[in-house]
Structure formats: C-alpha cells, structure tokens
C-alpha cells in the first residue's frame, strides 16, 4: 500500500480561510493524511487562496514561481484551495503547469479523492468548484491551531451582489448553520481552554436559521458559560437592527466593536456599489452604534476610486470619515475583478494616480484620527484579554481592549487568556500601552 502523504496548507485572505484550513487539515486527517509543519517536509502542498483584489492573485503566482523547484526535485503535488480557485480555474490548470488540481470553497469533502488522483491513486478529476446551497461542513470538527480565540463560521456565501466583489461567485449563496450546533460547537470550545470566539461569516449578520436571526445567535453564543468574549465578522450595514446593537450594548460577554464596511460616501456611487444604503443613512446607523454603545469600537472598510467616481464624490467619502470619527479603516483602491458587475458594466477609468492620491490622503487622515482617539484613551482603565506574548518586545504581552484596540502590557505575571484590567498609561499610532492593575474576576460564571 502506498504511504500516505503529508499535507501542507498555507493559508492567504481572510479569517474565513484561516477556518476553511482548519477544516481542511481536519478532513486530510480523517483520511489518515499526515499533517507537515512544513513545505520541506510535505508531499502535498495546498495554498488557500483569495481573490478579493489583483494583489491576492499575484501573491499566488509568485508563491507557484517559488515552488516550482521543490515541484521538480522533490515531485510535491500541488493544490490550490479558496476564491481564487473558484474564480480562475482555467488559468490556474491550464496556464501553471505546477497546479495539479483546484477546489473551491464549497468542495474540500471531496479533497482526499482529488490528492490521491494527483498522487496517481485511482482515478478523479482535477478540479472540483460546484457552489453548493446548503454546504456549512457542520460535522467536520476543524483542527485548530490553539491560542485564545477560535474562529466559528456560522454561515457562509453571501447574497448581497455588490456590483464590485468578487465574493458570491467565489463562495454562493448564503446559508446558515443550526443555531444549537453552533452553540454546542462553542461549549465544546470552552472545555477545550478558548476564551473567545469569533463568528465568521461573508455576511455574518445576515444570519438565519429558521426564526433565529443574528442578534439571538449572539446572546445564545454570549450565554455559553466561560465564554469570555464573543466577537464577530464581517456584516454589513444593510442587517443592523437596534435589537443587534442592544444585545451588543446590554450583554457582558459581547464585544464593544463593530466592523462597519462604509465602501463610499457619495449616493451615487453607493448605488452603482448596490450597497443599498445611502450617506445619510449611514450615518444615523453609525449615530445609533455611538450612543448605544459608549466607548466601544467602530471600524470600516473603504474602497476609493470606483469606476466613475469623481474627486468630489471622493470628497463626501473623507467628510464622512472626518465626522464619523472611526477608531480605524482598511482603505483599499478599486481593484476590477473578473466576472463581477461593475466590471462588465463599468470602465475602471479612475487612473491609478488619482486613486494613490486618494488613498495616500485617507490612510494619512485615518492615522490621525486613530491616533486622537487613541491618545484620549491615556489615564483610562481598560479591560483587555490576554492573547500572547510579544515577538517584537521580549516580555510583554499583546493584550485586546474590548473595543478591539491592541494594547502592550508588561507580563509580569500574565499568562494568554487572562482577563486584566490596565491602566493605559501611553498610546503610539494605533498601539495602546498598560499597565497592570490587578487580575480581574472572570467576566462569566465559567
Ligand atoms: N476592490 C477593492 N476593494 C475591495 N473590497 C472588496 N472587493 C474589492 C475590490 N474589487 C474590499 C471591501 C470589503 C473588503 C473586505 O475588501 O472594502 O469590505
Ligand atoms: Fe478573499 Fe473574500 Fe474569499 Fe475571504 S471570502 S478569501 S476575503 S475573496
């Protein structure tokens, strides 16, 4: 009988692929596969790929470059996971003679039948990217890579059709898991020593499983004894109940911090975007978080330079930005991805120039802004979770606020997962530092 192989993974893009890794690395080994901790050591190697701008893609290509050898010398089988492989099968296949096979996000059941064939084990495809409306991987327990926070999807794909993301044609159509298998997946987490969750989803808030909607998932999550900290991501503004922002502010367990992707600030290009939202709209939501959550965090995502978009639409992004005040932005230029709306109907016409210097302008106005926010935090007492120790400074500890904000405390005495309270006593760009007051009780029962 052949030997069974060795599996490598690395994983590109988001959280959600950090998960579908997990769950990949747990199928490979319910086939019996081995797990390497590195390429040297693997006889496969599977890259998770993204593809929400060009400069996901070219990260890949240049890894295959660098594979190439260890390809040749070593005969590794290669495999290419995630949104780009959905998104790009036939250049991957045909264009990168060192790809073996592909499979989309929806497929990875199907991934041991894919490597044996590679390997020359029996007969099977070289590609495997059907969407699927029901596939959660509820069952496959993923191996996780430890720490103080897991990551949970509880729904995957997204219906939302934003004319720029590539994201419902990498990953389909929305679908929810069972809101008690969520929970019991979160009990588990506890006994095993997580201290937070994250709740994962392309459209997390979009959420529902029968007459359980998003915002009861998070109290029946935040209600989990032991659990310490429930966070969440990535929603969009479209699916902000009040009764979202109120389990929000009234639970103890559930973070202080919302991510709520902007995009743009001009009606006319939110549209073209069908973000389905205009400014003013926008606005009150982002009113109604700040007042109903004091001293939590809020946080976006903005895209600049859209097809058409004009320097003054632009400008009603940054006024937005200055008066809403976020405690932090990924600002992104547009990036046209194949197959989307915006790029069969729109023209990229915004020259790259002028989107550096949009970009260039926000990202130097965003750093300010943190950095006032930040600084007013200094002589404050905050809560923060313990999450592991610093490799750039031997000693201290890189600990979260509620608010989701970093912050550096000496370790004397801590330990990953403890819950403090510290002073801050100093702030640097978007890096709180503290200092300890005392152990704080658990914020649960657990
Ligand atoms: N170009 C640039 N940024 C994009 N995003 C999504 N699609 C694109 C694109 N085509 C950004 C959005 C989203 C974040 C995850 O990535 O801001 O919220
Ligand atoms: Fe990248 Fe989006 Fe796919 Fe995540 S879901 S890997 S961000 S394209």
Redesign the pocket.
């Known amino acids: 009988m052949t030997k069974q192989p060795n599996i490598y993974i690395e994983t590109y893009g988001c959280q959600m692929n950090v998960y579908d890794s997990e769950l990949v690395k747990s199928i490979c080994a319910g086939r019996g596969y081995g797990l390497a901790d590195t390429v040297d050591e693997a006889d496969v190697v599977l890259l998770n790929t993204c593809a929400?701008?060009e400069r996901a893609h070219l990260k890949i290509y240049g890894r295959l470059q660098r594979l190439k050898r260890a390809k040749v010398e070593k005969g590794l089988t290669i495999g290419i996971l995630g949104c780009m492989a959905q998104n790009l099968k036939e250049d991957l296949l045909d264009g990168h003679d060192q790809v073996d096979f592909v499979a989309g996000p929806d497929s990875y059941r199907e991934l041991p039948d894919l490597i044996d064939a590679a390997r020359g084990i029996g007969r099977g495809p070289d590609a495997a990217l059907k969407l699927s409306r029901t596939e959660t991987y509820s069952g496959v327990d993923p191996i996780r890579s430890g720490g103080v926070n897991a990551w949970l999807a509880v729904m995957r794909g997204c219906d939302n059709m934003c004319t720029?993301?590539?994201v419902p044609y990498t990953r389909g159509r929305e679908r929810s898991r069972d809101p008690q298998g969520v929970v019991d997946e979160v009990k588990a987490l506890v006994g095993e020593g997580y201290k937070q969750v994250t709740l994962l989803g392309q459209n997390v808030n979009s959420y529902r499983h029968g007459e359980t909607r998003f915002a009861d998932l998070m109290r029946m999550v935040g209600d989990v004894d032991g659990v310490e900290r429930v966070r969440f991501t990535?929603p969009h503004p479209k699916d902000f109940p009040v009764e979202l922002i109120d389990a929000i502010a009234e639970h103890p367990n559930l973070c202080k911090h919302i991510h709520l992707?902007l995009?743009a600030g001009n009606d006319r290009v939110l549209d073209l975007m069908r973000r389905t939202y205009t400014n003013a709209a926008f606005r009150e939501l982002a009113a109604t978080i700040r007042e109903r959550i004091p001293g939590g965090g809020l946080t976006t995502?903005?895209?600049v330079g859209f097809p058409t978009e004009t320097a003054a639409e632009y400008e009603e992004t940054r006024t937005l930005m200055e008066d809403l005040r976020f405690d932090s932005a990924?600002i992104?230029?547009?990036?046209?991805?194949k197959g989307t709306v915006a790029q069969r109907r729109l023209d990229d016409d915004v020259p790259e120039e002028e989107k550096t210097r949009r970009i260039v302008e926000l990202v130097a106005l965003q750093k300010q802004i943190t950095g006032e926010i930040n600084e007013a935090l200094v002589g404050t007492t905050q809560r923060v979770l313990v999450e592991e120790a610093s490799d750039r400074r031997p000693g201290d500890f890189l600990c979260r606020t509620d608010s989701f904000k970093t912050t550096v405390v000496p370790g004397d005495g801590l330990v990953a997962g403890d819950i403090a309270d510290v002073e801050i006593v100093d702030s640097y760009g978007a890096t709180l530092f503290g200092r300890p007051l005392s152990a704080a009780p658990r914020a649960s029962s657990g």
Not at 332 to 337: A, M, V, W
């Open positions: 929400i701008r720029f993301c590539v990535s992707p995009q995502d903005i895209i990924f992104f230029k547009y990036s046209e991805r």
